[in-house]
């Protein structure tokens, strides 16, 4: 009986699915809707996931994705040298850019505490940043994990760890999320909105 699928589309299937989120009927629609294109439109794709690896590398100030280092953001005139926000993974830092609302620096943990699976404070870059802050001028440290249980535990971690440093440590508020009714909010988010409510 002749095979179905080739051995090269389902190589890419395959490899498809190995991104979050992606399962085996997605994956073969991509694969499907490359193999549609122009071949010269799918080698483009695959230089550039080649170039990713060999043009990409990380920050050593800040420890984000970077094409140079220091990063654009590290080296930029115009941010406020005395702000540093703390974040899980270089992902943030693009997420918290496109709001256009904060003109600080950043550092990237690389992750969240999580025991279970074996990452604790000596695998995530909370050491680089603690010797950073006392070589740096930094004032406030803003804590921006995720409100997840990890994230929460990390922030815990990162605001003890911070205490006899001088700086002033603060945490990002979590709140209701524009449209939502309030009564379908989850306790835990409606005890976050509750305890970073704000004057005004």
Not at 33 to 58: F, N, T, Y
Not at 89 to 98: H, L, M, R, S
Not at 158 to 163: E, F, P
Request: glycine fraction near 8%; include cysteine.
């Amino acid at each position: 009986m002749a095979e179905a699928i080739p051995p090269a589309l389902e190589r890419l299937i395959k490899n498809l699915m190995r991104f979050p989120g992606i399962g085996e009927k997605s994956a073969t629609r991509m694969a499907l809707q490359i193999l549609r294109w122009p071949s010269s439109v799918a080698k483009e794709l695959g230089a550039s996931i080649m170039e990713l690896h060999d043009k990409i590398g990380i920050c050593s100030r800040c420890f984000t994705f970077s094409q140079e280092d220091p990063c654009s953001i590290c080296q930029a005139a115009g941010r406020d040298q005395d702000v540093i926000c703390v974040v899980e993974e270089p992902g943030d830092v693009v997420a918290i850019e496109k709001t256009g609302s904060y003109r600080g620096l950043y550092h990237v943990l690389q992750g969240v505490l999580s025991p279970r699976e074996g990452i604790g404070p000596e695998e995530l870059k909370i050491k680089e940043l603690i010797n950073r802050i006392k070589s740096e001028p930094a004032k406030e440290v803003i804590i921006a994990t995720s409100s997840t249980a990890a994230g929460e535990a990390t922030a815990s971690y990162l605001i003890d760890a911070l205490k006899d440093t001088g700086v002033k440590v603060t945490r990002i508020a979590c709140g209701i999320p524009m449209g939502t009714d309030l009564k379908y909010a989850d306790q835990m988010t409606l005890k976050r909105a509750l305890e970073s409510r704000r004057s005004l």
